[in-house]
């Protein structure tokens, strides 16, 4: 053959190879354009990829997926904002009007005592939602300060039941407590107290008249574990995934004035402990929920580095 055959050959070979490049690199490209195409009010849109089977089409499928997620998580800080925006203004605009009217003339010392006190209860409210979110953004930057000293784990149980008792009674819910012996561990008392609390408000408000709340505690080797069981309404499976993730809230929030922070909380403190918690829930006849904590007896090195002291 020819110098003149062979430059065509190899011509041909060049170009086939790069047209083979191009195909199998264009469903990047598609990929690459679509998303920088997206931006935050183009959320909805999807990348479209025909061959669902193939590999590209399983990066596509996973990046729809992904692209779901943020949606949804978008979406839930959207609602998130417009709730807390009016929860805030609510006792704002109460404080004021009631203030405002209670300056209008002279009253009677019980009269602005009244005025005060109301007042007082809004601030709270609103001083609480604060504070969760600032402890929600510092344990999401992981620098969540633990006071850590000596806990009897039985005796903040014992505590944390008192303090329920009387509106669990009220609902007509029965709350037991089931200790196995006193276990001591190392930690923040009022964070794992704000932990219990979470889930007992939670067990409680979720558990209808006549059922139960069992909270126990045991040692496990070297591990304190703690027990929050009810017979309440169970959590649906769609939402067992996504309930520690923070402005989550379930398919049944009926009355509850939550903003679906507790349990994204209770996570961070439970993390920064060292420890972990889970939850097992079922919808249905037999229905309930349990959290289950697991805690080191002694901070891990891990934990500890954390462990701050104001
Ligand atoms: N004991 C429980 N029984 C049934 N559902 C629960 C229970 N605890 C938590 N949940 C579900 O988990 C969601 C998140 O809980 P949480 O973070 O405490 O937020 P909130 O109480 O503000 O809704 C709740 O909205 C509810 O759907
Ligand atoms: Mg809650």
């Given at each position: 053959?020819?110098?003149?055959w062979?430059?065509?050959?190899?011509?041909?070979a060049l170009?086939?190879?790069?047209?083979?490049?191009?195909?199998?690199?264009?469903?990047?490209?598609l990929?690459?354009?679509a998303l920088q195409?997206?931006s935050?009010?183009?959320?909805?849109?999807r990348?479209f990829?025909?061959?669902?089977?193939?590999?590209p089409?399983r990066?596509?499928a996973?990046l729809n997926?992904?692209?779901d997620?943020?949606?949804?998580a978008m979406?839930?800080?959207?609602r998130f904002?417009?709730?807390?925006?009016?929860d805030?203004?609510t006792?704002?605009?109460?404080?004021r009007g009631?203030t405002?009217?209670a300056?209008m003339q002279?009253?009677?010392?019980?009269?602005y005592?009244e005025v005060l006190?109301?007042?007082l209860?809004e601030v709270?409210?609103?001083?609480?939602?604060?504070?969760d979110?600032?402890?929600l953004?510092?344990g999401?930057?992981?620098d969540?300060s633990?006071?850590?000293?000596?806990?009897h784990?039985?005796?903040l149980?014992?505590?944390?039941?008192?303090?329920y008792?009387?509106?669990?009674?009220?609902k007509g819910v029965?709350?037991?407590?089931f200790?196995?012996g006193e276990?001591?561990?190392?930690?923040d008392r009022?964070r794992?107290?704000?932990?219990?609390t979470?889930l007992?408000e939670?067990?409680?408000?979720?558990t209808?008249?006549?059922?139960?709340v069992?909270?126990?505690?045991?040692q496990?080797?070297?591990v304190?574990?703690i027990?929050?069981?009810d017979?309440?309404?169970g959590?649906?499976d769609?939402d067992?995934p996504h309930?520690f993730?923070p402005?989550?809230?379930?398919a049944?929030p009926?009355?509850?004035?939550?903003?679906?922070?507790?349990l994204?909380i209770?996570?961070?403190?439970?993390?920064a402990h060292?420890?972990?918690?889970?939850?097992?829930s079922?919808v249905g006849?037999d229905?309930?929920?349990?959290?289950?904590i697991?805690?080191?007896?002694?901070p891990?090195?891990?934990?500890t580095s954390?462990?701050?002291t104001?």
């Open positions: 053959m020819t110098i003149g062979w430059t065509a050959v190899l011509a041909l170009l086939g190879s790069w047209r083979l490049a191009h195909y199998a690199t264009q469903p990047l490209h990929a690459q354009a195409e997206l935050e009010d183009k959320l909805s849109e990348l990829y025909p061959e669902a089977d193939d590999e089409g990066v596509f996973s997926h992904l692209l997620q943020v949606e949804e979406e839930r800080q959207r904002v417009g709730s807390i925006t009016h805030i203004r006792p704002l605009t109460i404080i009631d405002e009217v300056l002279e009253r009677t010392a019980k009269s005592r006190e109301s007042n209860e709270e409210r609103i001083g609480k939602l604060v504070e979110l600032l402890t953004s510092r999401h930057r992981g969540l633990l006071r850590v000293k000596a806990v784990l039985d005796m149980l014992r505590e944390v039941r008192r303090q008792q009387e509106a669990a009674s009220a029965t709350l037991s407590l200790l196995e276990v001591e561990i190392e930690g009022d794992l107290r704000q932990v219990l979470n007992v939670n067990a409680l408000h979720y209808p008249a006549g059922g139960k069992d909270l126990s505690q045991f496990d080797e070297n304190a574990r027990i929050v069981r017979t309440g309404v959590i649906e769609k067992l309930i993730e402005f989550y809230r379930g049944q009926g009355n509850h004035q939550g903003y679906g922070l507790g994204a209770c996570q961070h403190i439970v993390q060292g420890g972990k918690i889970w939850v097992e079922q006849p229905s309930g929920t349990t959290f289950f697991s805690l080191p007896l002694r891990s090195a891990r934990a954390r462990v701050l104001q």
